[in-house]
């Protein structure tokens, strides 16, 4: 009986995160990412607590760099969010849907910061996931579409993406 139980709790527990993380990747992608929404998405699921929360919560804080004023604030926010969403990575390294969070930074930040090297490992994890359906295909479509529009894609890259897209 002691064991049901646990099972129960478990099962909620599980539930409830995975509920909180789908409400904030829709957040994240049906809102616009300006300072007033991503400061409400961190207060609103800063206490949560798994992988691709933590990933989410990084991207939002490397966004919000461009939203501060001092540099040593900026550089502070966007190496916090780094930070997070690499943690997240190292917990649970096969989940396409963090290192494509990942890839949208890489592809997007200034050169000058030197967050580019896991481009090539982070693509190759997230083309897999999807192939293997562990996305569904509308969030797939999406995030395909996001990170084609990366300045830093290689014609290689864009031509994988485009096919991966069509075998939608």
């Not at 890839?103 to 693509?123: H, K, R, T």
Request: hydrophobic share 40%; glycine share 2%; proline share 2%.
């Amino acid at each position: 009986m002691k064991n049901v139980f646990k099972i129960i709790l478990f099962s909620f527990l599980l539930l409830a995160v995975k509920s909180a993380y789908a409400d904030f990747r829709e957040d994240f992608h049906n809102n616009e990412l300006n300072r007033e929404n991503i400061e409400l998405m961190l207060s609103k699921y800063g206490n949560e607590d798994s992988p691709i929360n933590d990933a989410y919560l990084g991207i939002c804080k490397a966004i919000m760099a461009q939203y501060v004023f001092l540099p040593t604030t900026k550089l502070k926010s966007f190496y916090d969010g780094k930070e997070k969403i690499d943690t997240s990575i190292e917990i649970d390294n096969k989940n396409g849907e963090q290192r494509y969070l990942r890839l949208l930074i890489q592809l997007n930040a200034p050169s000058f910061l030197f967050y580019n090297n896991d481009i090539n490992s982070d693509l190759n994890v997230f083309i897999q996931d999807v192939r293997n359906k562990n996305i569904n295909q509308k969030w797939s479509l999406v995030f395909i579409n996001n990170i084609l529009k990366g300045k830093k894609l290689s014609e290689e890259q864009i031509k994988e993406l485009t096919q991966l897209k069509k075998e939608l």
